[in-house]
C-alpha cells in the first residue's frame, strides 16, 4: 500500500503537539526532536531502497520457523540520502544548548579532518558493531550517545523504506510467536494494543516495523507463564503501562491507544512516556533495546 505523506505529516504534528503538553520535557529538546521527525519523514519520502532478490531473502519455510526475513547485517541504505540527513541533524544539534552543541562541535571536527569516516559509521550501526559507538560514548561522557542517534537517525527513513518493502514479500497470516522482528531479527522498542480487541503490536527498535504479537509472550525470553508476566502503571502516565517478565527481568513499555486520547506514534510514545523508565529502572528492571533519541 502506498504511504499517504500527508497523512503522514498530519499524524506527526498531532504527536508533538501532544509531547509539547508536557511539561517535564525541556522545549528547546522537544523543538530538536520535532525538526529530526520532520526531517526524516521528508527523507522517507526521498529515500532511494534496494530490494534484494528473493533468492537473497529467507524462504517462506524460513520464515515459517522464525527467521528473518532480512537479517539487520543485510540492510542496505541510500548513502546520499544518509549522508546529507546526518549533516542536517549535526547542524541542529549545533544550533541546540550546551552540553549538545559542544559534543556535536567535537564530531564535526572529527569528520572534517577525516578521523570520522561516515560510510563507515553507517556500516558499523547496520552490523550492529559496537566498538566505535562505545568509544565516541566515552570522548562525550555528557551525551554519551550523540553519535548513535545521529548515525541511526539518518539511516532511519532508508532502513524504513526497505522494511516496508521486504514486509511486502512476507508470507502472510503466520501466528507469529518469535519475539524479535519478522523483518530484521531485532528485538522490540515498545509494543502496542490496538483495535478494539486490544491485539499486541511490537515495534522493532532498528527497522520500525510494527508487527502483531502475542498478547501474553514475554518478547525477549519467550516466557508465557502468566503468573511470571506481570505490569504496573503510573497515575501520570494513563494509557501506559510497563510489562515486566520476572524470568529475564527485562520490561516493555505498552501503550494502550484504546485509552489514549491522542495520536500515537510508538518512537515518539517512547520519548513521551520516558518518567515510565525512570520508575521500572529505579526498580532494578532491564531495557533491551535503548530510545531512538540517544537516552
Ligand atoms: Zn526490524
Ligand atoms: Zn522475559
Not at 229 to 252: D, K, M, T
Amino acid at each position: 500500500m502506498p504511504t499517504d505523506w500527508d497523512q503522514e505529516r498530519r499524524r506527526l504534528s498531532r504527536k508533538l503537539e501532544a509531547l509539547r503538553k508536557k511539561n517535564y520535557l525541556p522545549q528547546g529538546l522537544l523543538q530538536m526532536v520535532g525538526r529530526t521527525a520532520e526531517l526524516q519523514l521528508e527523507a522517507r519520502a526521498a529515500a532511494k531502497v534496494t530490494v534484494p532478490a528473493d533468492s537473497e531473502l529467507a524462504s517462506p519455510d524460513q520464515q515459517a520457523q522464525g527467521a528473518a526475513i532480512l537479517p539487520r547485517a543485510r540492510f542496505t541504505w541510500d548513502a546520499g540520502q544518509a549522508a546529507d540527513l546526518f549533516h542536517r541533524l549535526l547542524e541542529l544539534v549545533l544550533a541546540a544548548e550546551p552540553p549538545l552543541s559542544g559534543a556535536a562541535k567535537t564530531v564535526a571536527a572529527a569528520l572534517a579532518d577525516g578521523e570520522l569516516d561516515l560510510p563507515a559509521a553507517f556500516a558499523a550501526y547496520v552490523s550492529g558493531e559496537e566498538e566505535l559507538f562505545a568509544a565516541w560514548a566515552a570522548r562525550l561522557p555528557e551525551t554519551p550517545r550523540l553519535l548513535d542517534f545521529l548515525v541511526s537517525a539518518s539511516l532511519a527513513p532508508g532502513l524504513e523504506s526497505l522494511a516496508a518493502a521486504l514486509a511486502e514479500r512476507q508470507a502472510k497470516d503466520r501466528n507469529w510467536t518469535h519475539g524479535h522482528c519478522p523483518v530484521c531479527g531485532s528485538l522490540p522498542l515498545i509494543a502496542r494494543l490496538l483495535e478494539k480487541e486490544g491485539r499486541k503490536h511490537l515495534t522493532c527498535a532498528f527497522c520500525h516495523t510494527e508487527y502483531r504479537a502475542k498478547r501474553l509472550q514475554c518478547p525477549f525470553c519467550l516466557e508465557e507463564d502468566a503468573a511470571k508476566l506481570e505490569y504496573f502503571e503510573a497515575e501520570e502516565e494513563p494509557g501506559i503501562q510497563v510489562h515486566v517478565c520476572r524470568s529475564c527481568n527485562c520490561y516493555l513499555k505498552t501503550v494502550d491507544f484504546r485509552q489514549l486520547e491522542h495520536a500515537s506514534l510508538p518512537l515518539l510514545d517512547d520519548l513521551e512516556s520516558i518518567a515510565l523508565d525512570i520508575l521500572a529502572q529505579n526498580q532494578g528492571l532491564v531495557r533491551p533495546t535503548l530510545s531512538a533519541w540517544g537516552f
